[in-house]
């Protein structure tokens, strides 16, 4: 795995491009073909990664862009409006790209790079003529709705353009989701393998692009105080969530088809969970940590959909501001079953993990922004703390913050000042801002200079991606035939009862979402 590099950008006072950081290795020279130009991914987070990039020198002075999409525009207007909406996040403080202002000369160095395409999707001849300006390495990146994938790998194949010779790489991004269950994700790989071969694809999950997610492999197997405990001897279970405030907002036609298991389990909550739960890998090369992953989503019982809670939040307040309900949102059914919220538990059955579960969570329009793993540890024995003050002894539990905080929380008991034997919960915090430097990162940077290194061990691999859907998938089937539809709870809350109930009948709770 590439170490992400220091992206901070620092204004070029010479007008020139600045050097590369010291110990990262510049990408090769390449060709980036964004299908979907004008698209919302472009624009809000592809080219600000690339920009971040640009002030760092990782890109090679032969790497261009070539903008692809079925909008009648020329290569100027398309760099224009990229470039205004660039200015925009200067202004916008909820972007995730939002510096304070945007350097000329490391904007020019990535503008005269550029070049728009208007071209079909499908259309064989247009993208053969497009495969004539590369004349080395190629990467095309499929930044398009799901439905056009399959069809666009097949153009490319068509095309003659992803065929690999005289040394010079092709390779394939593709974003998620990748299938919609088991049977589309199964279907998705055979066409896209039907014209590649594995090596060239590579899957993205954007969560795996932040600081803090990486960091939880080096948490882990980097300090030995961790890895002895990482077992069911002494973790009593594990929490990991993924809280959002917002609704669905402008996105309601997505999300309609698509409901929040489908958008986030078997991708982002399972690459958190393959994270905090796969064996040490014998190597950070990129085979072994997808092999290490592979073991464990193989080692995950299907979900039984009695351990699975879903919800739709309905008007209510958050943050102090008024929220409409999720079916009162545009591109929403009124008589809507969309589930805006998911709980679930999941059982590993390997010797590391056995007989600890793991509650998966995610939903929007909830009272807290949050995305965290809880590891609960067993409580000790209460036997020596008898005839004390201390009448229970609270778990210790280890947080690792993903957002908005970054860092990790250690929760364990101490003596409280007295006379008495009385302990209390008492917190121990790094966060990542009080130690390094904060650095521009909207979560693709990484991920964008792995592929261009050819470093897979961020991109999940067609194994993977079905043994994630084969967990979830007998929920998927259970919901289409239950008629009920999802739990309902009010904007702002920490979501549905269901989801309290389906922890408390196994003698736990959650770890509050709305606290300070």
């Known amino acids: 795995m590439a170490l992400s590099p220091d992206i901070s950008a620092t204004p070029a006072a010479t007008g020139q491009r600045p050097v590369s950081p010291a110990g990262a290795r510049k990408a090769p020279a390449c060709t980036l073909v964004i299908f979907g130009a004008h698209g919302d991914l472009t624009k809000r987070l592809l080219v600000p990664a690339l ?3 640009v002030g760092n020198g990782l890109l090679d002075d032969g790497f261009r862009i070539i903008g692809v999409d079925r909008v009648d525009s020329t290569t100027a207007q398309w760099r224009d409006g990229l470039h205004e909406m660039m200015l925009s996040f200067t202004k916008d403080p909820d972007a995730e790209f939002h510096p304070a202002s945007i350097d000329a000369a490391q904007w020019g160095w990535l503008a005269d790079r550029m070049e728009y395409v208007q071209a079909d999707f499908g259309d064989v001849a247009a993208i053969r003529a497009l495969g004539e300006k590369l ?5 095309f990146y499929l930044a398009i709705p799901s439905r056009f994938f399959a069809p666009v790998v097949e153009t490319l194949g068509k095309a003659g353009v992803v065929t690999q010779k005289e040394g010079a790489f092709r390779r394939v991004v593709i974003e998620k989701p990748f299938g919609s269950d088991l049977a589309s994700a199964r279907e998705l790989n055979r066409q896209v393998l039907a014209v ?5 694809v590579f899957r993205i999950d954007h969560f795996l692009g932040k600081e803090t997610v990486q960091n939880i492999l080096a948490m882990r197997f980097g300090n030995l105080i961790f890895e002895p405990l990482w077992r069911n001897e002494y973790v009593d279970h594990i929490e990991i969530t993924a809280a959002e405030t917002i609704g669905v907002e402008q996105r309601g036609a997505f999300y309609e088809p698509t409901g929040a298991l489908r958008d986030m389990v078997p991708n982002h909550l399972f690459q958190l969970f393959a994270m905090v739960a796969m064996e040490p890998p014998n190597t ?18 299907p979900i039984d959909p009695r351990d699975a809670v879903r919800g739709q939040y309905a008007a209510g307040t958050v943050d102090g501001r008024p929220m409409v309900g999720y079916r009162e949102s545009p591109g929403v059914s009124p008589h809507s079953n969309t589930e805006t919220y998911v709980a679930l538990k999941l059982h590993v059955d390997n010797w590391r993990w056995a007989g600890v579960p793991f509650y998966l969570r995610t939903g929007k329009g909830l009272g807290g922004r949050r995305t965290e793993i809880v590891v609960q540890f067993r409580k000790p024995p209460m036997l020596m ?16 913050n993903i957002q908005p905080a970054q860092g990790l929380t250690v929760e364990m008991g101490a003596k ?8 209390t919960d008492v917190q121990a915090r790094f966060r990542y801002e009080d130690v390094f430097a904060r650095t521009p990162n909207v979560g693709y940077e990484t991920l964008l200079y792995d592929c261009l290194m050819g470093d897979e061990t961020l991109f999940q691999r067609a194994d993977n991606i079905e043994a994630a859907w084969k967990a979830v998938d007998p929920v998927l089937q ?3 035939k239950d008629p009920t539809g999802p739990e309902i709870y009010p904007a702002g809350a920490s979501g549905p009862k269901g989801a309290d109930e389906l922890l408390q009948r196994d003698g736990r709770s959650w770890y509050p979402l709305d606290r300070a």
Do not use: H
């Open 135 to 139: 004349p080395g390495n190629a990467i």
């Open 416 to 423: 409280k000042p007295g006379p008495e034997m009385d302990l």
């Open 385 to 400: 703390f008898r005839g004390t003050e201390t009448e229970d002894l609270p778990p210790n539990r280890i947080i690792l």
């Open 196 to 200: 590649l071969d594995e090596s060239q």
């Open 51 to 53: 920009y971040n990039l």
């Open 284 to 301: 950070f090369c990129a085979e072994s940590v997808r092999n290490a992953k592979e073991q464990l989503f193989e080692a995950v019982t």
């Open 478 to 480: 259970a919901w289409a």
